[in-house]
């Protein structure tokens, strides 16, 4: 009886003393259920994750126009974590996006982007949202803008480090250079590769008619191109205009034929009004939408047959003079105001049926009327 009782509080204590020494499974990220995310090496629910997973900031909280916008941050464990890119989406105000990119962290999970506040993006003041996203993790924090005008502004925040006078730039320092004595030569001797030297006779060389003197030698000139101007390019030894192929949104081929060269001022006038007026506003962006799908289906041909015949070219020049000049009533409107592009546009497009339609049709009436009455 004694011996059963002794076994059995042997096997008690052997079972508690494996209990003590077995090995407890350590959790991974592929441990984490639907409804949690991998952070401090253990699975944590995702309503009780920090919001800010992916510790996401910026080098400044306020930016002006052209300002340079650094985003950097840091994925805890990420040598436990799948490899994949961290995603960022910067929205305006409005909401609409801004810029995307993909960003690939380094070894230790750091990461860093940037991006210029500038361009036709980057015009509303007001605070502009990061999203950052990463599997299982996010962030979402805020910057400033204080606004700005639409342009593209050269350069960044740094300007260029600029020496004083007598002073030299070398390796980013401003130094005074140590001064140099000049070396001459006596006469007779003249500064060869730093060393004086007595020059070698020279005969004169005369090379006959048609051709001239290269490297002590005579040979015939190869006849000289002509230079071609702006929006023209060499073709067989002349200058003719360049046929370029652009998408719908990017360029007035009828326009641009019928003045010559992209770089007119009435061309540039029309890609301003397109560009910086109609397309800042959501119904102007519709209309160019669907007008881009009409105007592009002929004018490639159109442009084609200006370029191919210079009488067609003047008619087409002269036709379109006066739309261009009706659309002068566009500069109007504010950026971006629906009321007044609509406004202003309808106006322009009634003025143009009046001009093209409505003019020369009544004229044609009362021609006809009056051919009628002499009969």
Not at 292 to 297: E, F, M
């Amino acid at each position: 009886m004694k011996m059963k009782h002794g076994g059995f509080l042997i096997l008690a204590i052997s079972l508690m003393f494996y209990g003590f020494v077995m090995p407890v499974h350590a959790q991974s990220p592929e441990d984490c259920e639907s409804d949690q995310v991998w952070q401090g090496n253990a699975c944590v629910d995702a309503v009780d994750a920090p919001d800010n997973d992916l510790n996401v900031k910026t080098n400044q909280v306020l930016y002006g126009q052209g300002g340079v916008v650094v985003v950097s941050g840091l994925i805890h464990n990420f040598a436990n974590l799948s490899p994949s890119d961290v995603t960022i989406i910067v929205r305006a105000p409005d909401n609409n996006i801004v810029t995307v990119a993909q960003v690939h962290p380094a070894a230790d999970g750091s990461f860093q982007t940037s991006f210029k506040a500038d361009g036709p993006q980057f015009k509303a003041p007001g605070d502009y949202t990061i999203f950052a996203s990463f599997p299982g993790l996010t962030s979402e924090i805020t910057f400033e803008f204080t606004g700005g005008s639409g342009d593209i502004i050269s350069g960044g925040d740094s300007k260029p480090l600029t020496c004083p006078s007598g002073q030299t730039l070398v390796n980013g320092k401003c130094i005074v250079p140590e001064p140099k004595e000049p070396l001459t030569c006596p006469p007779g001797e003249e500064l060869v590769n730093g060393k004086c030297i007595v020059p070698e006779p020279k005969e004169p060389l005369t090379c006959p008619p048609g051709e001239e003197l290269v490297n002590g030698m005579c040979i015939v000139p190869e006849p000289e191109e002509p230079v071609c101007g702006p929006g023209t390019e060499l073709v067989n030894g002349m200058c003719q205009i360049v046929k370029t192929d652009e998408k719908p949104g990017g360029g007035c081929l009828i326009a641009t034929a019928a003045y010559g060269t992209e770089l007119a001022p009435q061309v540039q006038f029309l890609r301003e009004i397109r560009d910086n007026t109609v397309m800042s506003t959501s119904s102007g962006s519709a209309f160019m939408t669907g007008f881009n799908q009409l105007y592009y289906s002929f004018s490639p041909t159109i442009a084609d047959m200006e370029r191919e015949n210079p009488l067609f070219q003047q008619a087409v020049r002269a036709f379109i003079t006066p739309m261009i000049s009706s659309l002068s009533i566009m500069t109007l409107a504010e950026d971006g105001s629906e009321a007044q592009v609509l406004g202003l546009g309808l106006s322009v497009i009634a003025l143009n049926l009046g001009m093209y339609i409505a003019a020369p049709a009544l004229i044609g009436f009362k021609v006809h009327r009056h051919f009628k009455t002499r009969n």
